[in-house]
């Protein structure tokens, strides 16, 4: 199963930032937050992660609370080329595999 | 570059007749897998590598083989397809936490 809970859908209006949650209460200290995003039929695009610290990259940033157990992805700018599903998935170092949710759909409204 | 590639992108076959998927990757990664996406269900894990010669199943390796003889290269094969094989097939790469994938084949089964 998914360590992760993410809404099913959001909408966003175009130009403003998106702010997309993720919690993940059971998350234990070795574990990473990645996000992905899946645009429509397209193979999923890795965005970025973080363990503790709030990341920022050219894609978006991500917010980390300090008990670590929710996150935020933010696009700060949000265009219509970020209507996706957005992927928030939870990982050690040492897990083989990466178990993908069913993430959240974002709809950027023009 | 740096990709993972797909070939074909779409493909229509009939039950029973072989058939294979090719993925290559640029990149020296070490870890390759295979997923399947099919509508509600989400992405699910056919097989992984972790490396040359070292294959394992996913969650649904049923009707799937694999092999990896070299580094870069990582082929689907289906040896008696069958109609609920119908579905988005994706390889990926990955490095740590980050999965690239490719953009995918659509099979269908008839």
């Known amino acids: 199963d998914a360590k992760t809970t993410q809404p099913p859908s959001m909408d966003c209006a175009e130009g403003r930032a998106a702010n997309l949650p993720c919690n993940h209460s059971?998350?234990?200290?070795?574990?990473?937050v990645y996000w992905y995003r899946q645009i429509h039929s397209q193979g999923p695009q890795y965005i970025i992660h973080?363990?503790?610290n709030n990341e920022t990259n050219e894609m978006a940033s991500l917010i980390i609370t300090e008990d670590r157990k929710s996150s935020t992805l933010i696009l700060p700018h949000a265009t219509l080329r970020d209507t996706a599903v957005y992927y928030c998935i939870v990982r050690s170092n040492r897990d083989d595999k990466i178990i993908f949710g069913k993430g959240t759909r974002l709809h950027i409204l023009p | 570059e740096a990709q993972v590639t797909q070939n074909p992108r779409y493909l229509i076959t009939v039950t029973g007749k072989k058939l294979t998927v090719t993925c290559s990757q640029n990149?020296?990664?070490?870890?390759m897998s295979w997923y399947r996406q099919d509508p509600g269900l989400g992405l699910r894990q056919i097989y992984y590598?972790?490396?040359?010669?070292?294959?394992d199943k996913g969650d649904v390796p049923e009707g799937y083989k694999v092999s990896r003889k070299e580094k870069r290269n990582f082929p689907l094969i289906l040896e008696s397809p069958s109609p609920n094989q119908t579905s988005l097939y994706f390889c990926?790469?990955?490095?740590?936490?980050?999965?690239?994938f490719g953009p995918g084949t659509r099979l269908t089964v008839t």
């Open positions: 059971t998350i234990s200290g070795n574990e990473y």
């Open positions: 990926a790469s990955r490095v740590g936490g980050e999965q690239y």
């Open positions: 590598s972790m490396n040359v010669e070292v294959t």
């Open positions: 990149m020296n990664h070490e870890y």
């Open positions: 973080g363990l503790k």
